[in-house]
């Protein structure tokens, strides 16, 4: 099976501008999470889509969204970006009923 | 919520040593632990897991230990070779949770020929 992807991989963006990052889960796999990866704070989830629904959310400003659509691909957009939004932004899929999540190999995004 | 503190951050071992790497988790309820290997530039890989009804768990060179009464598990790498140089994560959930890994910091092995 064709691993996680994700597209872009790379983008540069200015404050204030607004970003989309999309994410192909694994075929079958319904579940994904987003995580954002820094130097300082590690791996930190942002927000899991199950069945076009979000199910888990975490401690991150409203300016950070998501979406799933029904063949399991899911977006997440930044809006009003600031330097701190820097990061590699990794999603992760996984089947319905287990914890074993894949990632795929990020979008690194650089706020300018 | 639940907090996964990881030691040491960075291990220095020499070629054909193991390594050990220990986290501890905050969360009684947490039942998934799981542990990735992110080698420079590449995604995190799974490893090696274990779920709290196990207490130990091995897969060749690697092995996963899991001590719920003390809330820590740990990872051993035995006969390290050059290329298990990377970074290492464990992180834990519980079923409550979803998929939500919550991770611990991140231990950087270098393995030196």
């Known amino acids: 099976k064709a691993g996680v992807t994700q597209t872009p991989r790379y983008l540069i963006k200015t404050r204030g501008q607004q970003v989309t990052l999309s994410c192909s889960p694994i075929?079958?796999?319904?579940?994904v999470s987003w995580y954002q990866q820094t130097p300082g704070q590690g791996l930190q989830f942002l927000f899991e889509?199950?069945?076009?629904?979000?199910?888990n959310k975490g401690n991150f400003p409203g300016r950070f969204s998501g979406r799933q659509f029904s063949n399991s691909r899911s977006e997440m957009n930044v809006s009003t970006l600031e330097l701190g939004d820097s990061a590699l932004y990794l999603c992760?899929?996984?089947?319905?009923?287990?914890?074993?999540?894949?990632f795929g190999p990020g979008t690194r995004l650089t706020v300018l | 919520g639940e907090n996964v503190e990881q030691h040491p951050s960075t291990l220095s071992v020499q070629e054909g040593d193991s390594a050990v790497i220990k986290c501890t988790y905050s969360d009684s309820a947490s039942n998934y632990f799981p542990w990735y290997k992110q080698e420079l530039g590449k995604r995190p890989q799974l490893i090696i897991d274990?779920?709290?009804?196990?207490g130990e768990k091995k897969d060749q060179r690697i092995a996963v230990t899991l001590n719920k009464t003390a809330k820590h598990f740990s990872l051993h790498i035995t006969e390290t070779q050059p290329e298990d140089s990377a970074v290492y994560f464990c992180a834990a959930t519980k079923a409550a949770a979803g998929n939500k890994l919550t991770f611990g910091g991140g231990t950087r092995v270098l393995v030196k020929p």
């Open positions: 075929s079958g796999h319904r579940s």
């Open positions: 889509y199950f069945s076009e629904t979000q199910r």
């Open positions: 992760a899929s996984s089947l319905a009923r287990s914890h074993e999540q894949f």
């Open positions: 274990i779920r709290s009804n196990v």
